[in-house]
């Protein structure tokens, strides 16, 4: 990207509205490089000419010859509209380092008596066929989805609950379930409502308004002064740093037999299980775990496509991770290697070296890697006791033999 460009993409985000909305990146072929949301528009496109961003951003940022914006009425809006354009466009930048299953989306069962609106993985689509579902999406943080339902609940009541079971539920006595539990609200006049949450989150905001407007003005009203003040806390709290994969390591053994080593993954804060791997430990001497986690360290940086791990965390401390650091070295890695030393009162230990700021970020990111150790403790377990049994029926594709 020329200078001259540069410049030009500066002066569109600077002079972007301070209101909220969804942008789009434009590459050299006027393909959609990336979709974004933002609570204000201006100031999040400034962040992209900030110094120390993310380096897939800045790849992205310097393939990038155009922005463009659409404004929004509220967050509720942009976060459906963002994702209405993902599902359109696959932008290369909001999908790299993930795929589909990663995503979030939201599934109604338009079959069922009485619908609801529920949150699905990716991964799991394959159990909502479309004959049945109707699915939205993909969203990229399930607590900001979450979040976002409760609101619509608000305005368009739909149960939680069970039907016809004679005994009103906490949920309609605060307004939030329509009452299907007590026989309040026939079949289609809550279908009606369900109807509404599916406009709303196709994204036909004005065509929901208008119809509102002639059926049920309370309602119409309600929808305009919705506020999302719970979803900018949300929002503020997604834009604390992340990172898009965390790889976490443990050994597991039987008084010094059986030993594995496991690799449980995080990406921006939550596991990936389909990511996990087990890697039963072959060389390093029975009882030695430090040569174990070294020896599953290597065999999985042999794995090219797998994507690389922007953090590790090492269940140990300092001894083991200065070993570590030392033997990968030999091996031309240099690994972004954090430990948790348990002796140490859970204190985060570094190798030699290591610049401040990735310091910082692991310190922020302490709450996340403490997950990571626990999860990577669990699942080492779990590949221990069933290596015991000769593997029993334990996937094959999340062993590395």
């Known amino acids: 990207m020329s200078i001259e460009n540069k410049n030009d ?32 528009l201006q100031n999040r496109l400034k962040q992209y ?24 009425n509220s967050l509720l809006e942009a976060i459906i509209l963002e994702a209405k354009n993902i599902k359109k466009y696959w932008p290369k930048y909001n999908i790299v380092d993930r795929d589909d299953r990663s995503f979030i989306y939201i599934a109604i069962n338009q ?34 989805i979450n979040s976002a339902l409760r609101l619509i609940r608000q305005v368009f009541p739909y149960s939680l ?9 906490f949920d ?17 006049a809550y279908k009606k409502n369900i109807k509404n949450i599916i406009l709303l989150l196709n994204g036909d905001h004005k065509r929901l308004l208008s119809k509102l407007e002639k059926e049920n003005p309370e309602q119409a009203k309600s929808l305009q002064h919705l506020q999302d003040v719970s979803l900018l806390n949300i929002e503020e709290d997604l834009r604390q740093p992340r990172l898009k994969r965390i790889e976490g390591y443990d050994i597991s053994h039987l008084q010094g037999k059986e030993t594995y080593a496991s690799m449980v993954v995080f990406n921006n804060g939550e ?37 690389r791990p922007e953090m ?72 221990r006791k069933r290596g015991s049994k000769k593997l029993g029926k334990i996937n094959k594709k999340s062993l590395d033999n």
């Open 9 to 40: 993409l500066k002066m569109i985000a600077t002079a972007a509205p301070k209101q909220p909305g969804v942008y789009f990146w434009y590459g050299k072929n006027k393909e959609v490089l990336y979709v974004g949301r933002a609570v204000n």
């Open 111 to 144: 079959k069922a008596e009485f619908p609801k609106p529920i949150i699905i993985r990716g991964q799991d689509i394959k159990k909502f066929p479309s004959q049945s579902y109707q699915l939205f999406g993909p969203y990229q943080s399930y607590h900001l």
């Open 161 to 169: 609950c069970q039907a016809h079971q004679d005994k009103a539920c």
């Open 172 to 188: 309609y006595q605060i307004g939030l379930c329509p009452g299907i539990c007590i026989n309040a609200i026939t079949v289609q």
């Open 271 to 307: 596991k990936q299980s389909v990511d996990y791997r087990l890697f039963k430990i072959k060389e390093a001497p029975a009882g030695d775990d430090e040569r174990a986690l070294l020896e599953a360290l290597l065999r999985r940086f042999k794995h090219e496509d797998w994507p």
């Open 49 to 72: 000419f900030q110094k120390n961003i993310d380096t897939r951003i800045a790849e992205m940022v310097g393939q990038a010859f155009d922005i463009k914006y659409t404004v929004c």
């Open 312 to 383: 590790i965390m090492i269940d140990g401390g300092s001894p083991q991770i200065s070993f570590l650091n030392r033997e990968l070295s030999k091996h031309n890695l240099i690994l972004p290697l954090v430990g948790i030393s348990k002796f140490g009162g859970d204190k985060l230990v570094f190798p030699k070296g290591v610049k401040q700021n990735f310091k910082d970020l692991a310190t922020i990111l302490k709450p996340v890697l403490l997950k990571v150790r626990e999860e990577a403790h669990r699942f080492a377990n779990y590949g």
